[in-house]
């Protein structure tokens, strides 16, 4: 591999372009250009920079027979994987199975109270000779029904695993043209992905307000818990238009490495993803654990709304501290 090759290998490694290369070699974008597509070499100071700025040895850079990626301890880096069009392709189409199958199981959960709110609300207008007790129980039946078939869905994403495992766990590279057509592929998107998810924050915003007019203006029981029924059919339509256009969006950005998938994001989004692996788990069981102790389902839902506001301030105050470590 000559040492073109090698100054391409490593920037993109480090997910660099021409422009943020030469800011840190102190010299053009065409100089940086012009070492790539071989019309140029760089002088001996400028090899040793670019040594120090890969943490590569000289060695590695100027012998053509050293292939694998020397570091300067002296430790041999492991080979890239170089993801070809097809294996980008599959690996879109994997996360899109993925998002449909996950999507099902978001709103089985979402919409698991919606029975219990209903009988409890047919109960309060003597419906069907209900009483709010066999209303609760029938209503909490079918919730764990529900969130058991959801859980079967979340269960199910894990046999894709092994086929994303090389792009979402593992370093990689994409093969020559790849880039490019997944780069537009994502700028074709891009509008339209805005537009589902504005739709969909809409549709959240708008959810409470049939529940508040209801509260405000008529204040029976029976007609709120109906609107409350309302609010999660929002909520859960919201989310179907939301995670397979946000799915497939990551996806592209994950392949060209943009946006949030930037290498230096990827600490941040580390972190997020380990407070959400412990966070969300622990709001579950704080709903579950108040509702079933008060028997009060129709009050313990706000869990929910101030749990995902706390949510998006800790991870705004991540990102505060992130950037002021940087």
């Known amino acids: ?63 053509d027979d050293k292939e694998s990626i020397e570091s300067i301890n002296g430790e041999v880096e492991s080979e890239i994987n170089s993801v070809s069009l097809d294996q980008a392709n599959r690996y879109v189409e994997c996360k899109d199975i993925i998002s449909r199958i996950t999507v099902k199981g978001v709103l089985l959960c979402v919409c698991s109270v919606v029975p219990l709110f209903l009988l409890l609300s047919m109960a309060q207008t003597g419906q069907m000779n209900l009483t709010s007790s066999n209303a609760t129980v029938s209503g909490i039946i079918t919730m764990l029904v529900m969130v058991a078939l959801a859980v079967s869905f979340f269960v199910r994403t894990n046999q894709f695993s092994n086929e994303i495992a090389m792009i979402e766990k593992d370093e990689f590279e994409l093969e020559y043209g790849v880039r490019s057509i997944f780069k537009e592929k994502l700028e074709l998107m891009t509008p339209n992905y805005h537009q589902k998810l504005s739709i969909g924050v809409g549709l ?72 959400a692996a412990f966070y969300w788990p622990l709001l579950v069981a704080i709903y579950l654990g108040w509702s079933f102790w008060t028997m009060r389902w129709d009050v313990t839902w706000i869990i929910w709304p101030v749990g995902a506001v706390l949510f998006a301030a800790l991870v705004g105050l991540m990102g505060m501290i992130t950037k002021d470590k940087n």
């Open 204 to 275: 959240f915003i708008l959810s409470v307000v049939p529940f508040l007019f209801v509260a405000i203006t008529n204040g029976e029981t029976g007609l709120i818990l109906k609107m409350l029924c309302v609010l999660f059919f929002m909520i859960a339509t919201g989310l179907y238009i939301i995670i397979p256009a946000s799915a497939q969006y990551n996806a592209y950005s994950l392949l060209i490495k943009e946006g949030d998938y930037h290498p230096r994001e990827k600490e941040k989004m580390k972190n997020i993803e380990a407070l």
């Open 1 to 63: 591999m000559i040492l073109a090759d090698k100054i391409i290998k490593l920037r993109k490694q480090f997910g660099w372009s021409q422009e943020e290369l030469a800011e840190k070699m102190g010299v053009s974008r065409q100089s940086v250009s012009k070492w790539e597509s071989t019309n140029s070499i760089p002088d001996l100071n400028k090899i040793i920079k670019l040594a120090e700025i890969f943490g590569v040895t000289t060695d590695y850079l100027l012998k």
